[in-house]
C-alpha cells in the first residue's frame, strides 16, 4: 500500500483534524479519573486490609470514588472520539473539582500543594472545554446559532 492509499489517521474527522485543546483537555479529564480511581481503590484497599477508624465507612468512600471516576473517564473518551455528549461531563467535573481544590488549599497540611494541582487542572480544563475551537470540533452550536444557513 502506497502512501496516498494509507486511509487517514482516526483524529481526522468531517470537520479536519482534531484540535490540540480538544486533544489536552480529553487528557486533563482523564488525569483527573484517573486520581480519582487510583485514590478510591487505595482507600478500598486500606479499608479492607489496614485498620480504619469505621471500616464500612473506607470501604463506601472508596467504591464512591472508584464509581465518581467512571465521569471523567468515560467523558475522556468522548471528548477522544469527537462527540459533542462529552463535554457536558467534562465541564461538570471541573466545577465539581473547584470546591474541592478549594477545601484543600484550606488544610494546614500537604494537602496544599494537591489542592494547587487540583485547582490548576480544573481551571485549565474548563478553558480549553469552553475554547471555539473545541465546540466547533465537538459540533456544539451557540445560542441562536442554525445548522444549515437559511437559502435566500
Given at each position: 500500500?502506497?502512501a496516498?492509499?494509507?486511509?487517514?489517521?482516526?483524529?481526522?474527522?468531517?470537520?479536519g483534524?482534531?484540535?490540540?485543546?480538544?486533544?489536552?483537555?480529553?487528557?486533563l479529564?482523564?488525569?483527573?479519573?484517573?486520581?480519582?480511581?487510583?485514590?478510591?481503590?487505595?482507600?478500598?484497599?486500606?479499608?479492607?486490609?489496614?485498620?480504619?477508624?469505621?471500616?464500612?465507612?473506607?470501604?463506601?468512600?472508596?467504591?464512591?470514588?472508584?464509581?465518581?471516576?467512571?465521569?471523567?473517564?468515560?467523558?475522556?473518551?468522548?471528548?477522544?472520539?469527537?462527540?459533542?455528549?462529552?463535554?457536558?461531563?467534562?465541564?461538570?467535573?471541573?466545577?465539581?473539582?473547584?470546591?474541592?481544590?478549594?477545601?484543600?488549599?484550606?488544610?494546614?497540611?500537604?494537602?496544599?500543594?494537591?489542592?494547587?494541582?487540583?485547582?490548576?487542572?480544573?481551571?485549565?480544563?474548563?478553558?480549553?472545554?469552553?475554547?471555539?475551537?473545541?465546540?466547533?470540533?465537538?459540533?456544539?452550536?451557540?445560542?441562536?446559532?442554525?445548522?444549515?444557513?437559511?437559502?435566500?
Open positions: 500500500m502506497s496516498e492509499q494509507t486511509p487517514a489517521p482516526e483524529t481526522d474527522g468531517p470537520d483534524p482534531r484540535p490540540r485543546r480538544l486533544t489536552y483537555a480529553a487528557v479529564v482523564a488525569l483527573e479519573g484517573l486520581a480519582l480511581a487510583v485514590g478510591g481503590v487505595w482507600m478500598l484497599v486500606l479499608g479492607l486490609t489496614g485498620d480504619p477508624d469505621d471500616r464500612q465507612q473506607a470501604v463506601t468512600g472508596g467504591v464512591t470514588l472508584v464509581v465518581l471516576a467512571l465521569l471523567p473517564l468515560l467523558a475522556a473518551r468522548g471528548l477522544l472520539g469527537r462527540r459533542g455528549w462529552s463535554r457536558g461531563p467534562a465541564v461538570i467535573t471541573q466545577i465539581m473539582a473547584l470546591p474541592v481544590a478549594y477545601n484543600l488549599l484550606q488544610a494546614d497540611s500537604v494537602a496544599i500543594p494537591a489542592g494547587i494541582a487540583l485547582a490548576v487542572v480544573a481551571v485549565a480544563s474548563l478553558v480549553l472545554l469552553v475554547n471555539p475551537a473545541t465546540t466547533q470540533a465537538l459540533g456544539i452550536r451557540g445560542p441562536g446559532r442554525r445548522t444549515e444557513e437559511p437559502k435566500g
